[in-house]
C-alpha cells in the first residue's frame, strides 16, 4: 500500500509533466492517507487554482495555511488564487507575507510584481520586479516585466531600455517586441515601432496584443485598408472580443465597406445596448445601407445623452 509520501511523489511528477488531473488524484490520495498533510493541501490546492476550481483552491490553501501557517509556497499560492477570484488586496497581503518570509525567492516577488500592477500600482510592481531582477539579473522576462511596470509609470525610456537589453539576452523573447513596439507606439516612433511588432509577429503570428498594436500604428501612419486587414486577421483569433470587433467595424465603414460593418454593429449593440459608439457608428452604418428611419431613430436616442457622441448624433440629424 503507498504512503502519503509516495502519493505525494506521483502528484508532483504528473504536475510538472502537466498532467494536471493525476496530479489531483495523486495529492487527493495522499490527504486521505494523512489528512493533515500541509503540502499535499498546498499542492491540491495550486493545481485546483490552475483548474479555475476556485473555491475548492482557496478551501485546501487556507488549510495548509492552518497546519503550516509559515508555508511560503502556500502564502505565494494563496496570493494568487484570491487575485484571480477579484480579491486583490487579500492576495497581495499574502504575497507580501510570501516575500517577508523568503526575501530572496524570486518568485515569490515576480507574483507580488504580477498582482501589484494587475491593481494598477505600478510603483509597487516595479518595486517587487525589481527585487525579483536582483535575484535574477539576467532573466529576460523579469527584465520585460519590469520594463511595463515601468511603461505604466510613464517612465518610456527606463522601459524601452530594459526591453531593449531583454532581447540582447533573448532575441525571441515576444513579450519583450511586444512590450516595445507598444511603448514605442506611445512615444511616437512609428517606424520603430511597426518594426518591432512585426518582429514579434515573425515569433508568433497569433499574438493578440501584436496585432492590434499594429493595426493602430497602421492607422496612425494613415494606411487604412493595412490597418482593416490587420483587424481582420485580429477578429478571426479572437471573434469574441468586442473592442476588436467594434474597431473592425468602425473601419470597414470608413472603407465603404457598410453592409459587412453593419452585421458585426448589430451584434455588438445587442452584446452592448447601451454602448454609445457602438450605437452611434451602427446608425451610420444604417444609414449607409438605406434604412435611415432606423438610423435617426438612433441618432434621436444618442442626442439625448451628454457624451460626445451625443454632439456628433445631434450633427447627423443635422445633415
Known amino acids: 500500500m503507498s504512503t502519503a509520501a509516495e502519493q505525494?511523489?506521483?502528484?508532483?511528477?504528473?504536475?510538472?509533466?502537466?498532467?494536471?488531473?493525476?496530479a489531483a488524484a495523486a495529492y487527493a490520495?495522499?490527504?486521505?492517507l494523512e489528512p493533515?498533510?500541509?503540502?499535499?493541501?498546498?499542492?491540491?490546492?495550486?493545481?485546483?487554482?490552475?483548474?479555475?476550481?476556485?473555491?475548492?483552491?482557496?478551501?485546501?490553501?487556507a488549510r495548509a495555511l492552518e497546519l503550516q501557517p509559515g508555508m511560503v509556497t502556500?502564502?505565494?499560492?494563496l496570493g494568487q488564487v484570491?487575485?484571480?477570484?477579484?480579491?486583490l488586496e487579500q492576495g497581495i497581503a499574502h504575497l507580501v507575507t510570501a516575500t517577508r518570509l523568503a526575501p530572496n525567492e524570486r518568485q515569490a516577488w515576480d507574483q507580488l510584481g504580477r498582482a501589484r500592477l494587475h491593481l494598477g500600482d505600478s510603483e509597487g510592481a516595479a518595486h517587487a520586479w525589481q527585487q525579483?531582477?536582483?535575484?535574477?539579473?539576467?532573466?529576460?522576462?523579469?527584465?520585460?516585466?519590469?520594463?511595463?511596470?515601468?511603461?505604466?509609470g510613464r517612465r518610456l525610456d527606463d522601459a524601452i531600455d530594459l526591453f531593449r537589453r531583454a532581447i540582447e539576452l533573448e532575441p525571441r523573447q515576444v513579450d519583450a517586441w511586444v512590450q516595445?513596439?507598444?511603448?514605442?507606439?506611445?512615444?511616437?516612433?512609428?517606424?520603430?515601432?511597426?518594426?518591432?511588432?512585426?518582429?514579434?509577429l515573425s515569433l508568433n503570428p497569433s499574438d493578440l496584443s501584436a496585432l492590434r498594436h499594429l493595426g493602430l500604428v497602421q492607422l496612425a501612419c494613415g494606411e487604412q485598408r493595412d490597418a482593416l486587414q490587420t483587424f481582420a486577421a485580429l477578429h478571426r483569433l479572437a471573434p469574441d472580443?468586442?473592442?476588436?470587433?467594434?474597431?473592425?467595424?468602425?473601419?470597414?465603414?470608413?472603407?465603404?465597406?457598410?453592409?459587412?460593418?453593419?452585421?458585426?454593429?448589430?451584434?455588438?449593440?445587442?452584446?452592448?445596448?447601451?454602448?454609445?459608439?457602438?450605437?452611434?457608428?451602427?446608425?451610420?452604418?444604417?444609414?449607409?445601407?438605406?434604412?435611415?428611419?432606423e438610423a435617426n431613430a438612433i441618432f434621436d436616442a444618442l442626442a439625448e445623452g451628454a457624451d460626445s457622441y451625443a454632439e456628433k448624433a445631434r450633427q447627423m440629424l443635422r445633415k
Open 82 to 87: 484570491l487575485v484571480a477570484c477579484g480579491r
Open 180 to 200: 516595445l513596439g507598444i511603448v514605442l507606439f506611445l512615444r511616437r516612433d512609428l517606424g520603430s515601432a511597426r518594426d518591432a511588432l512585426l518582429q514579434a
Open 36 to 61: 493533515d498533510n500541509a503540502s499535499a493541501h498546498n499542492n491540491l490546492g495550486f493545481v485546483y487554482g490552475q483548474q479555475q476550481r476556485w473555491q475548492e483552491a482557496l478551501r485546501h490553501l
Open 74 to 77: 502556500a502564502h505565494s499560492n
Open 8 to 22: 505525494l511523489e506521483h502528484g508532483v511528477k504528473h504536475h510538472l509533466a502537466g498532467r494536471l488531473d493525476q
Open 29 to 32: 490520495a495522499a490527504l486521505e
Open 132 to 152: 525579483a531582477l536582483r535575484l535574477a539579473p539576467g532573466d529576460a522576462r523579469v527584465m520585460t516585466r519590469l520594463g511595463t511596470a515601468l511603461a505604466a
Open 241 to 293: 472580443h468586442v473592442d476588436n470587433r467594434l474597431d473592425l467595424a468602425v473601419l470597414q465603414l470608413s472603407q465603404r465597406e457598410a453592409q459587412a460593418a453593419l452585421a458585426h454593429l448589430r451584434d455588438i449593440v445587442a452584446a452592448r445596448p447601451n454602448d454609445p459608439r457602438a450605437r452611434f457608428y451602427l446608425a451610420l452604418a444604417l444609414r449607409e445601407t438605406g434604412a435611415a428611419e
